[in-house]
């Protein structure tokens, strides 16, 4: 139980575009889900909350119109990263929590996003 | 002062050793505690909660002390397989998570 994907595992787009990275729980309904991103041999750093059905609360230095995170249903957040640029190039990591199914203060993670941006 | 502190290592031990890693964490109200490990290029994976009477699950032992405010992961036999990178998790206001940087084990043969 508590498995968590995403999609797409990996990506490489031009500089300017827009990617869009998929979170799902799998096996239960994630009342919370947040958003981590990860450059090499760094720690995991927090970008934002979310909570279905409400706006997500970003991170102190985290752009909300850069980073554009959506939570429309209980088990499915979006996360939007406009006009790339290189420096976004990262992995990109999401993780669940939720009641039934999963214990409640326990994060599940997604496999993650390699985004590579040229 | 960072929320979640640990100790970068790596720790380098041979194959059967046991390995210890404490986690300190500064706010005391934190509420729960977790101890996840992370292989390089993958997500992190729980490996276990921290309860307060402690906990043991096979080799690996969890212990917290509130009044020092430290946890701790005691890996028994460690073996080849358990090289990985492992991080200590803080709940605090029931929605803030805070990760350590992490420790590094290599286990050798």
Same mark, same amino acid.
């Given at each position: 139980?508590?498995?968590?994907?995403?999609?797409?595992?990996?990506?490489?787009?031009?500089?300017?575009?827009?990617?869009?990275?998929?979170?799902?729980?799998?096996?239960?309904?994630?009342?919370?889900?947040?958003?981590?991103?990860?450059?090499?041999?760094?720690?995991?750093?927090?970008?934002?909350?979310?909570?279905?059905?409400?706006?997500?609360?970003?991170?102190?230095?985290?752009?909300?119109?850069?980073?554009?995170?959506?939570?429309?249903?209980?088990?499915?957040?979006?996360?939007?990263?406009?006009?790339?640029?290189?420096?976004?190039?990262?992995?990109?990591?999401?993780?669940?929590?939720?009641?039934?199914?999963?214990?409640?203060?326990?994060?599940?993670?997604?496999?993650?996003?390699?985004?590579?941006?040229? | 002062?960072?929320?979640?502190?640990?100790?970068?290592g790596p720790f380098?031990v041979?194959? @059967?050793?046991?390995v210890?890693?404490?986690?300190?964490?500064? *706010?005391? =109200? +934190? /509420?729960?505690?977790?101890?996840?490990?992370? $292989?390089?290029?993958?997500?992190?994976?729980?490996?276990?909660?921290?309860?307060?009477? @402690?906990?043991?699950?096979?080799?690996?032992?969890?212990?917290? *002390?509130? =009044? +020092? /405010?430290?946890?701790?992961?005691?890996i028994? $036999?460690?073996?080849?397989?358990d090289s990985a990178t492992y991080?200590?998790?803080?709940?605090?206001?029931?929605?803030?998570?805070?990760?350590?940087?992490?420790t590094k084990l290599n286990v050798?043969?």
């Amino acid at each position: 139980g508590a498995v968590v994907s995403q999609h797409p595992s990996w990506v490489i787009c031009k500089s300017g575009t827009s990617v869009k990275i998929e979170c799902r729980s799998l096996d239960f309904q994630a009342t919370t889900m947040f958003w981590y991103r990860q450059f090499p041999k760094q720690s995991l750093m927090l970008m934002a909350t979310s909570n279905e059905g409400s706006k997500a609360t970003y991170e102190q230095g985290v752009e909300k119109d850069k980073f554009l995170i959506n939570h429309a249903s209980l088990t499915l957040s979006t996360l939007t990263v406009t006009s790339a640029h290189p420096e976004d190039s990262s992995f990109y990591i999401c993780s669940a929590r939720g009641g039934s199914g999963g214990g409640y203060n326990e994060q599940f993670f997604g496999p993650g996003t390699r985004l590579t941006v040229l | 002062r960072k929320e979640v502190e640990q100790d970068p290592g790596p720790f380098n031990v041979p194959e @059967g050793a046991t390995v210890a890693f404490n986690c300190t964490y500064s *706010n005391s =109200a +934190s /509420q729960s505690f977790f101890w996840y490990r992370q $292989d390089c290029r993958k997500e992190p994976k729980l490996l276990m909660s921290v309860y307060s009477s @402690g906990n043991e699950d096979g080799r690996f032992t969890a212990q917290l *002390n509130r =009044a +020092s /405010q430290y946890i701790s992961l005691l890996i028994r $036999d460690s073996k080849l397989s358990d090289s990985a990178t492992y991080l200590c998790v803080v709940l605090y206001n029931f929605n803030k998570f805070y990760f350590g940087s992490g420790t590094k084990l290599n286990v050798k043969p």
